[in-house]
């Protein structure tokens, strides 16, 4: 199970940072991986960032890298998604993602278990 928390409304420039808790994985000795997509109105889901759990390794839309910071925390299996510079066109719902095997990938086929959703609404 996937719970996605941390959306809102901010302003263009602001940060902002979103949180997916996750059960049902042992982020001590499994290895899966975890992205994080959004879905603006009237547009297609679009993935934005990736990590694996033991490597930690990330992968990152051209959209939204060097913006955006997605982080394992294993204490609190949570992943998180760091967001600054925000801009208008990162109005969208949220999701977070969980797959099986640990690869890297911003594919939504891939990914086996979703999350609700968060709305995140940035204004100018």
């Known amino acids: 199970q996937l719970v996605e928390s941390g959306g809102g409304l901010v302003q263009s420039g602001e940060s902002l940072r979103l949180s997916c808790e996750v059960t049902g994985f042992d982020f001590d000795s499994e290895n899966f991986a975890i992205g994080w997509f959004r879905q603006a109105s009237g547009k297609e889901r679009e993935g934005i960032a990736s990590?694996?759990?033991?490597?930690?390794?990330?992968h990152y839309a051209s959209s939204v890298r060097g913006r955006f910071t997605i982080s394992l925390d294993n204490a609190k299996k949570t992943v998180s998604l760091q967001m600054n510079s925000l801009q208008r066109e990162d109005t969208a719902v949220y999701y977070c993602a969980a797959k099986v095997r640990a690869e890297l990938s911003l594919y939504e086929g891939g990914y086996d278990y979703w999350g609700q959703g968060t709305q995140v609404t940035v204004s100018s």
């Open positions: 990590v694996t759990s033991k490597s930690g390794y990330t």
